[in-house]
């Protein structure tokens, strides 16, 4: 798998960004985000290409990243972890001493993302109503498409940060309130 990430991370360098000097440091700080998000959520990057939108000569404006996992997922978790994959690669990106001097604007926000994240299953088709297939992360809004490529739901990504937060929180006072009356936080739901 290392080897795969790692011919992507070339591949993108020998494809079309000119050798310019943001590239291999974004570059190294994606193949590091994706080195973490694969231990820890078993997510695979597929591909990334930082780019100089308006003309930014040795600055990157924007950056497009796709990601794949082998699972299904419904609307709150895929939600969880688009949120997680964007907040902890805008953390890489911006805490990256080589890169920041060449970020046209710091701190890296994610409305400079674009990111795709797909959901691969065997049986996706057939649950089709229920799961999704894939979140997208464009202009800081996520889209959420099922196996058939119907629209199942949008939303800023700040909304989907609040919900995760808030489901979050959710889960913290139920376990609360369960160790409280000694019962387990499965029983009360």
């Given at each position: 798998?290392?080897?795969?990430?790692?011919?992507?991370v070339?591949?993108?360098?020998?494809?079309?960004?000119?050798?310019?000097?943001?590239?291999?440091?974004?570059?190294?700080?994606?193949?590091r985000?994706?080195?973490?998000?694969?231990?820890?959520?078993?997510?695979?990057?597929?591909?990334?290409?930082?780019?100089t939108?308006?003309?930014?000569?040795?600055?990157?404006?924007?950056?497009?990243?796709?990601?794949?996992?082998?699972?299904?997922?419904?609307?709150?978790?895929?939600?969880?972890?688009?949120?997680?994959?964007?907040?902890?690669?805008?953390?890489?990106?911006?805490?990256?001493?080589?890169?920041?001097?060449?970020?046209?604007?710091?701190?890296?926000?994610?409305?400079?993302?674009?990111?795709?994240?797909?959901?691969?299953?065997?049986?996706?088709?057939?649950?089709?109503?229920?799961?999704?297939?894939?979140?997208?992360?464009?202009?800081?809004?996520?889209?959420?498409?099922?196996?058939?490529?119907?629209?199942?739901?949008?939303?800023?990504?700040?909304?989907?940060?609040?919900?995760?937060?808030?489901?979050?929180?959710?889960?913290?006072?139920?376990?609360?309130?369960?160790?409280?009356?000694?019962?387990?936080p499965?029983?009360?739901?």
């Amino acid at each position: 798998m290392r080897h795969l990430l790692s011919a992507l991370v070339i591949a993108t360098i020998l494809t079309g960004c000119g050798g310019k000097a943001y590239v291999n440091a974004t570059n190294q700080a994606v193949y590091r985000h994706a080195q973490l998000v694969e231990k820890s959520h078993d997510v695979k990057l597929m591909r990334s290409t930082p780019d100089t939108l308006g003309g930014a000569e040795e600055g990157m404006d924007q950056l497009d990243v796709q990601y794949y996992v082998y699972r299904l997922m419904e609307v709150e978790d895929s939600r969880q972890l688009m949120t997680h994959l964007v907040d902890s690669l805008l953390k890489e990106i911006n805490k990256d001493p080589e890169l920041r001097p060449h970020l046209t604007e710091y701190p890296f926000t994610s409305d400079r993302l674009t990111v795709k994240l797909e959901f691969n299953h065997f049986f996706g088709d057939y649950f089709e109503p229920l799961y999704i297939k894939t979140v997208t992360l464009s202009d800081d809004m996520l889209t959420y498409y099922t196996f058939n490529k119907k629209i199942k739901r949008r939303e800023p990504y700040t909304k989907a940060k609040q919900l995760v937060a808030d489901r979050f929180q959710d889960e913290l006072d139920q376990a609360e309130t369960a160790s409280l009356e000694g019962t387990s936080p499965d029983s009360i739901r």
